[in-house]
T-cell receptor, first 104, second 116 residues
Framework: GIQVEQSPPDLILQEGANSTLRCNFSDSVNNLQWFHQNPWGQLINLFYIPSGTKQNGRLSATTVATERYSLLYISSSQTTDSGVYFC??????FGTGTRLQVML | GAVVSQHPSRVICKSGTSVKIECRSLDFQATTMFWYRQFPKQSLMLMATSNEGSKATYEQGVEKDKFLINHASLTLSTLTVTSAHPEDSSFYICSSETGQGLYGYTFGSGTRLTVV
């Protein structure tokens, strides 16, 4: 089956810093989503982005489907951004996740 | 927005007993419900897909007799872990496509199952 790898696996930031999370996938996809799982386990859908670029406030995402990767940008990070970020492809095959901790 | 209510949030049970987890769509019709399990510090693994009024489709390696899924109505899907063992301890999450916008999925808040 398709492999979905995310990097980095862990990330610690100071509040206010910017970061880029990466999602690589091993086969072509026609759907890709980014999710945030908060420290209590709740999953929130951030973006549906099979290709191109989208922005929502301090978050933006870019998918280059032909090169099989997607990027999630977090600007001016806040402590509430802490948690695990997952990308998911096809019928919600989830990536390995990036665990983000934002420190004061 | 679309909400999936999942209960219970936490449950501790003894080995050999069965536990039922419910997911209800509160303001939309959940034609399809996805069930995942998540081990600590790991990703979500799709266990099964249930469609209202029909048998669930299980992913490879998931025991359908152990993880019973019922989706009898458009607003309720249940997962029953039968004859639970400590290795079944995990975080279970349900999800449904809300139909709000393209590929809008909403997730339940999860159930942390501990089998002792």
């Amino acid at each position: 089956g398709i492999q979905v790898e995310q990097s980095p696996p862990d990330l610690i930031l100071q509040e206010g810093a910017n970061s880029t999370l990466r999602c690589n996938f091993s086969d072509s996809v026609n759907n890709l989503q980014w999710f945030h799982q908060n420290p209590w386990g709740q999953l929130i859908n951030l973006f549906y982005i099979p290709s191109g670029t989208k922005q929502n406030g301090r978050l933006s995402a870019t998918t280059v489907a032909t090169e099989r990767y997607s990027l999630l940008y977090i600007s001016s990070s806040q402590t509430t951004d802490s948690g695990v970020y997952f990308c998911a492809v096809r019928e919600l095959t989830f990536g390995t996740g990036t665990r983000l901790q934002v420190m004061l | 927005g679309a909400v999936v209510s999942q209960h219970p949030s936490r449950v501790i049970c003894k080995s050999g007993t069965s536990v039922k987890i419910e997911c209800r769509s509160l303001d939309f019709q959940a034609t399809t419900m996805f069930w995942y399990r998540q081990f600590p510090k790991q990703s979500l693994m799709l266990m099964a897909t249930s469609n209202e009024g029909s048998k669930a489709t299980y992913e490879q390696g998931v025991e359908k007799d152990k993880f019973l899924i019922n989706h009898a109505s458009l607003t309720l899907s249940t997962l029953t872990v039968t004859s639970a063992h400590p290795e079944d301890s995990s975080f279970y999450i349900c999800s449904s496509e809300t139909g709000q916008g393209l590929y809008g999925y909403t997730f339940g808040s999860g159930t942390r199952l501990t089998v002792v």
